[in-house]
């Protein structure tokens, strides 16, 4: 793998728990923010939108059934310096919003979320 690759939930989507009720993922929201206000990070980053309903087969095959939520950063590396890394296998991955933003910032010279 060459470049981080970010997971987030296709939006708008039902959940059959709360019939007639349209959603969003607020975290994956953020992420979408977070890429529209640096364009660039597509050129860094592959960003790949799943749909919401689980088994989430893209995440199942990488990281396992028990690491389905998303937003979720999947690192090329072993992800030094980033905190939050979690690994399954031989990938490493950061699944903990707050954690996924200083990983972008710190990896790909992104303005730091203020605290």
Known sequence: MLNDRL???????EDPAYPGTVF???????????????????????????????????????LGSENQSCPVLVLSDNGEGCSGV??????????????????LAHRHRLPAPHP
Request: charged share 20%.
């Open 7 to 13: 997971f987030l939930l296709n939006a708008p989507f």
């Open 24 to 62: 969003y993922c607020e975290h994956c929201l953020l992420m979408e923010g977070l890429i529209a206000g640096w364009p660039e990070l597509n050129q860094h980053v592959d960003i790949q939108r799943i749909d919401w309903p689980r088994p989430r087969p893209e995440l199942v095959d990488l």
């Open 86 to 103: 979690q690994v399954h296998g031989d990938v490493f991955f950061i699944n903990e919003k707050d954690a996924i933003l200083q990983a």
